[in-house]
């Protein structure tokens, strides 16, 4: 194998092209890049953080690159709707003073209003181990809270008393949503049908629960505060086609009223 074939075949070309994009975009600048982080007894390295020019919003970047991968989101075709809500991870403070306002996830109403899928296929998959996408979106959430955490330490109200993180997933895989009907789901084998429609698309929410870290503070008496901590407990984790992310960097955008959530 050549030296070029021995750089390409890992993920560190695509990072680094990756931030030299966000370098060249308007409004977004790398703030960090391979960050180490620290999460209880789990640790490793964010592969890029980027900021916004208010010095308020923030992106955790994970690149995965692959082969010749397609990645398939599943929906049902009954239930297709596109979202703007988004859990972010949210440290508010008061002017001038180090208590919080607020301190962890949060769901808000962001651009872009892209489809949302909990289902992810990945063709040549072990079916027997943990999904990857699930794998890969659980560490990136942590690694979220560990920058947020870490950044309490190291950053002053003067740089900015309200810091924004969202999860992001950046691929070189293409991105296919299936919408299937899933009354004509064969129950006996498992399987969809042909009625199945299959589109590519170039960015998509992916929202499952992976492991977030949240305080329930009461036990459920109902159905509703069942489904109120079900919902606390998810995450949303943006996955981006890396051919598309000058796109999705202007597509995206945060509330003006962004304050009146937390409040």
């Known amino acids: 194998m050549s030296l070029i074939k ?9 990072q680094l092209a990756l931030a030299n994009l966000v370098k060249n975009t308007d409004g977004w600048s790398v703030l960090y890049e391979e960050h180490n982080w620290i999460h209880d007894e789990d640790n490793g390295f964010i592969d890029i953080v980027i900021e916004d020019t208010s010095k308020t919003w923030l992106m955790n970047i994970e690149c995965k690159r692959v082969k ?10 009954s239930k297709v709707h596109r979202r703007r809500y988004t859990k972010v991870w949210v440290s508010s403070k008061k002017a001038n003073e180090d208590s919080f306002i607020f301190f962890g996830w949060l769901d808000i109403v962001m651009e872009p209003n892209i489809p949302q899928s909990s289902y992810c296929v990945v063709p040549g998959q072990d079916a027997k181990a943990r999904p990857m996408l699930e794998r890969i979106a659980a560490i990136v959430v942590k690694s979220t809270e560990a920058l947020a955490k870490q950044e309490t330490e190291t950053l002053s109200n003067r740089y900015s008393d309200l810091r924004i993180y969202q999860n992001v997933i950046i691929t070189t895989a293409e991105l296919y949503l299936c919408d299937t009907d899933v009354e004509k789901i064969n129950i006996t084998a498992g399987e969809i049908d042909e009625s199945s429609e299959f589109t590519m698309v170039p960015y998509l929410r992916f929202r499952k629960q992976v492991g977030a870290e949240v305080t329930i503070s009461n036990p459920a008496n109902d159905i509703n505060e069942l489904e109120k901590i079900t919902t606390n407990k998810e995450s949303t984790v943006f996955i981006v086609n890396s051919a598309h992310l000058g796109e999705f960097l202007e597509e995206c955008e945060m509330p003006e009223d962004l304050r009146d959530f937390i409040l």
């Open 6 to 14: 021995y750089v390409n075949s890992s993920g560190f070309p695509l």
């Open 68 to 77: 010749d991968t397609k990645w398939i989101f599943l929906r049902d075709k």
